[in-house]
């Protein structure tokens, strides 16, 4: 049978790095091996179901550039891909498993035993019920149900031995029975599966081959593996991917930065560091090389290549991953990049003037920029009016406010002479002056550099001039004057 991967959310929360890992692995495995990769949402918390969060799902996968073979959206021949669309099968196998003596009828109403709602949930886990019905006559708790009686189905742990399964990164795991959750619900009195339930019923249903999810999930897999034997199917291969810390040790988390995948795209990273990076998290590929096309990471990545050891997010590795790839875009892609950055910051409008003023500046800026919304602040001072610096700012160490002012004048009068639109006549006419008035030329271009622009580091000098306008340019210069002169 082909390779068949799921990546199976539960739409109560943004996606984040952790979930996007998972995804891209059992994407690249998939596509590895010629397989397909399902989505299917698991949508059985309907407390904490949102729409949104099914749309932030598509919307995620669209901006990061892989996407699914089969899902709710582009549908498949497994469908439907949606858990609550599936309520019906998951009520027959339940029942079927009670039929096989796997399972029982549960009435007990204490929500000590039974959860906080009354039902026990996917993240449900040491309420230590204490199997009060797993010993009730069949025929007594089938003439209850059938009276309208409400209840839970639970599925029958093996009171003794183990369970042991075979995982392909991790080797041989052997769990105690004892050790398991006693009795967990399978299908909640509303008619909703459990997690535990819907997820055995579906990786089947849809011939799932592989399932490479979270180490968290280990300690599910032993009653999984309980109820494919009960059902007499075929366990799917497992395994189970490393843990994403983050440089604390600790799982990765809102405390250590964004998490959400939103969250890194509002900021300004490109969707193929992201993806570059983040396929790095737990896994190896060629020595000496960090930069991936996704068909590259396709053609290299192996289950063989998976690390046991957790993986550290790093902030400022992606960081730099997301600079090479800036660098990398052309700079007519990167003009159309940052516009939308530029539009949000109020700078610039969407229209042919925005594109056109982004095409002369992306060249200055491009080697400085870690994201594209670093654009913004880098070249506001095109834009916006700023307080004049003051004048401990304007003065060069070795030249006093009566100097500064001079310099500023004769730059000005240089400026207006000989325009920037040639940047070598203009530098050498200011290396001419520099000589002639006795000062190093760095001296008459930090001041200007504060006057025009307002801070130190700015975009190369003569070009930054060029963006902002000679005239405008000048009324710069002639208000740090005035300071200089106070």
Same mark, same amino acid.
């Given at each position: 049978?082909?390779?068949?991967?799921?990546?199976?959310?539960?739409?109560?929360?943004?996606?984040?790095?952790?979930?996007?890992?998972?995804?891209?692995?059992?994407?690249?495995?998939?596509?590895?091996?010629?397989?397909?990769?399902?989505?299917?949402?698991?949508?059985?918390?309907?407390?904490?179901?949102?729409?949104?969060?099914?749309?932030?799902?598509?919307?995620?996968?669209?901006?990061?550039?892989?996407?699914?073979?089969?899902?709710?959206?582009?549908?498949?021949?497994?469908?439907?891909?949606?858990?609550?669309?599936?309520?019906?099968?998951?009520?027959?196998?339940?029942?079927?498993?009670?039929?096989?003596?796997?399972?029982?009828?549960?009435?007990?109403?204490?929500?000590?035993?039974?959860?906080?709602?009354?039902?026990?949930?996917?993240?449900?886990?040491?309420?230590?019920?204490?199997?009060?019905?797993?010993?009730?006559?069949?025929?007594?708790?089938?003439?209850?149900?059938?009276?309208?009686?409400?209840?839970?189905?639970?599925?029958?742990?093996?009171?003794?031995?183990?369970?042991?399964?075979?995982?392909?990164?991790?080797?041989?795991?052997?769990?105690?029975?004892?050790?398991?959750?006693?009795?967990?619900?399978?299908?909640?009195?509303?008619?909703?599966?459990?997690?535990?339930?819907?997820?055995?019923?579906?990786?089947?249903?849809?011939?799932?081959?592989?399932?490479?999810?979270?180490?968290?999930?280990?300690?599910?897999?032993?009653?999984?593996?309980?109820?494919?034997?009960?059902?007499?199917?075929?366990?799917?291969?497992?395994?189970?991917?490393?843990?994403?810390?983050?440089?604390?040790?600790?799982?990765?988390?809102?405390?250590?930065? #964004? $998490? %959400?995948?939103?969250? &890194?795209?509002? =900021?300004?990273? /490109?969707?193929?560091?992201? *993806?570059?990076?983040? +396929?790095?998290?737990?896994?190896?590929?060629?020595?000496?090389?960090?930069?991936?096309?996704?068909?590259?990471?396709?053609?290299?990545?192996?289950?063989?290549?998976?690390?046991?050891?957790?993986?550290?997010?790093?902030?400022?590795?992606?960081?730099?991953?997301?600079?090479?790839?800036?660098?990398?875009?052309?700079?007519?892609?990167?003009?159309?990049?940052?516009?939308?950055?530029?539009?949000?910051?109020?700078?610039?409008?969407?229209?042919?003037?925005?594109?056109?003023?982004?095409?002369?500046?992306?060249?200055?800026?491009?080697?400085?920029?870690?994201?594209?919304?670093?654009?913004?602040?880098?070249?506001?001072?095109?834009?916006?009016?700023?307080?004049?610096?003051?004048?401990?700012?304007?003065?060069?160490?070795?030249?006093?406010?009566? #100097? $500064? %002012?001079?310099?500023? &004048?004769?730059? =000005?009068?240089? /400026?207006?002479?000989?325009? *920037?639109?040639?940047? +070598?006549?203009?530098?050498?006419?200011?290396?001419?002056?520099?000589?002639?008035?006795?000062?190093?030329?760095?001296?008459?271009?930090?001041?200007?550099?504060?006057?025009?622009?307002?801070?130190?580091?700015?975009?190369?000098?003569?070009?930054?001039?060029?963006?902002?306008?000679?005239?405008?340019?000048?009324?710069?210069?002639?208000?740090?004057?005035?300071?200089?002169?106070?």
């Amino acid at each position: 049978m082909s390779v068949r991967v799921r990546y199976a959310p539960s739409p109560t929360g943004l996606q984040h790095i952790g979930s996007v890992r998972t995804a891209l692995f059992n994407y690249l495995f998939a596509k590895s091996q010629n397989g397909t990769f399902i989505v299917r949402l698991e949508d059985t918390d309907r407390t904490r179901f949102r729409e949104e969060y099914v749309q932030n799902l598509y919307d995620t996968f669209a901006w990061l550039g892989f996407y699914w073979d089969e899902g709710p959206d582009v549908g498949g021949p497994a469908g439907p891909y949606v858990q609550s669309e599936r309520l019906a099968l998951y009520q027959q196998y339940a029942h079927e498993l009670v039929k096989k003596g796997a399972a029982y009828y549960c009435f007990c109403k204490d929500k000590r035993t039974q959860g906080n709602d009354g039902e026990e949930t996917e993240n449900e886990g040491g309420f230590g019920y204490p199997r009060t019905c797993r010993n009730l006559d069949p025929e007594e708790a089938k003439r209850r149900v059938d009276a309208g009686e409400p209840y839970v189905i639970r599925l029958k742990i093996p009171l003794e031995g183990t369970t042991v399964f075979e995982d392909l990164l991790l080797g041989t795991i052997e769990w105690k029975n004892v050790d398991i959750n006693p009795d967990p619900v399978l299908l909640k009195s509303d008619g909703f599966p459990t997690y535990h339930l819907a997820n055995v019923i579906d990786d089947h249903s849809m011939q799932i081959t592989h399932i490479m999810r979270a180490q968290e999930w280990i300690s599910s897999t032993p009653l999984h593996i309980i109820m494919y034997k009960a059902f007499g199917w075929e366990v799917p291969k497992l395994c189970h991917l490393p843990m994403v810390l983050g440089q604390d040790g600790h799982k990765l988390s809102k405390r250590h930065g #964004a $998490t %959400a995948v939103n969250e &890194f795209k509002k =900021k300004g990273y /490109l969707p193929e560091a992201l *993806v570059n990076y983040v +396929a790095l998290l737990g896994c190896s590929y060629k020595d000496g090389q960090d930069i991936y096309s996704l068909d590259e990471l396709i053609a290299n990545f192996s289950i063989k290549h998976l690390n046991k050891a957790p993986a550290v997010f790093d902030y400022v590795k992606l960081e730099w991953f997301n600079g090479q790839y800036i660098r990398m875009k052309s700079d007519e892609e990167l003009a159309r990049l940052i516009l939308p950055f530029m539009c949000d910051a109020g700078l610039l409008n969407d229209d042919n003037h925005g594109i056109e003023f982004m095409r002369k500046a992306v060249p200055l800026i491009k080697e400085r920029l870690k994201y594209l919304s670093d654009a913004p602040l880098m070249l506001g001072f095109v834009f916006k009016d700023f307080d004049v610096p003051p004048q401990e700012e304007l003065i060069p160490k070795k030249l006093d406010k009566t #100097a $500064t %002012a001079r310099v500023l &004048f004769e730059a =000005k009068a240089l /400026l207006i002479k000989h325009g *920037v639109s040639d940047h +070598a006549v203009i530098e050498q006419a200011f290396r001419t002056k520099a000589e002639e008035l006795g000062y190093k030329l760095g001296d008459m271009l930090m001041p200007l550099r504060m006057a025009v622009t307002g801070t130190k580091v700015s975009p190369p000098l003569f070009e930054s001039i060029a963006l902002v306008g000679i005239e405008k340019a000048c009324a710069r210069i002639d208000a740090a004057v005035q300071v200089l002169q106070k």
